[in-house]
């Protein structure tokens, strides 16, 4: 997958998984990356599909209607992708924390839905229920942040409070950050998602 790669300036800092909304690219969040953790390795990563030549992280058939199959195929295709980067840049594995924004938050709570050990925690801005009616992986402990708006005409308070559910019914600790902005990632939100980090993580 095309994507960008900066070792942190810390030994053991985690590796923060960027993951951008429709129409991104690998370097969008890079300026959200040095807010949450500005010693940590960074991991941009372009979604492999395109819509209208906009990037995304798998097919949609509709707004908000999301291709399954796809979705199934392109959670793998990260997956395993952070495998093969892992032992390319040679960063540990289970240090990888995703930070993704709407299209990107949904492959990443994707990840959640679909692996055990693929994420060691997510900060979820506006993500979507990606997937209904599959069995979630043991997350027990898996810190999660969501930032969600309650007038967000994407992705509904009621949607957040059925992913918050989900994800907590498979043992991940999820704390929600509600705003007022829609589907906007503020920068309110963004300080919210840095301090979650340092309190869950510890020093920056
Ligand atoms: C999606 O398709 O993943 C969601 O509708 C959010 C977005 O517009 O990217």
Redesign the pocket.
């Known amino acids: 997958m095309k994507h960008v790669y900066q070792p942190g300036s810390r030994q053991d800092a985690p590796v923060l998984l960027l993951l951008h909304?429709?129409?991104g690219t690998e370097r969008d969040l890079l300026p959200l990356a040095s807010m949450i953790d500005p010693g940590a390795s960074v991991l941009g990563v372009r979604g492999n599909v395109l819509e209208n030549g906009m990037p995304?992280?798998?097919r949609?058939i509709a707004?908000?209607v999301?291709d399954e199959e796809d979705l199934k195929f392109r959670t793998k295709e990260l997956h395993d992708f952070l495998d093969e980067a892992a032992a390319s840049n040679g960063f540990d594995r289970r240090n990888v924390i995703a930070v993704g924004y709407?299209?990107?938050?949904?492959?990443a709570a994707s990840l959640l839905f679909h692996y055990k050990d693929s994420l060691k925690g997510a900060i979820l801005h506006?993500p979507?229920v990606p997937l209904r009616g599959i069995p979630l992986p043991d997350l027990t402990g898996t810190p999660v942040f969501i930032g969600a708006g309650t007038n967000d005409p994407?992705?509904s308070g009621r949607e957040t409070e059925e992913l918050t559910s989900l994800l907590e019914g498979a043992g991940a600790k999820v704390q929600v950050h509600w705003e007022s902005f829609g589907?906007r990632l503020t920068e309110s939100e963004a300080k919210a998602a840095a301090a979650w980090y340092e309190n869950t993580f510890g020093a920056r």
């Open positions: 909304g429709t129409g995304r992280f798998f949609r707004e908000g999301f709407s299209n990107g938050a949904n492959i506006h979507m994407i992705c589907h």
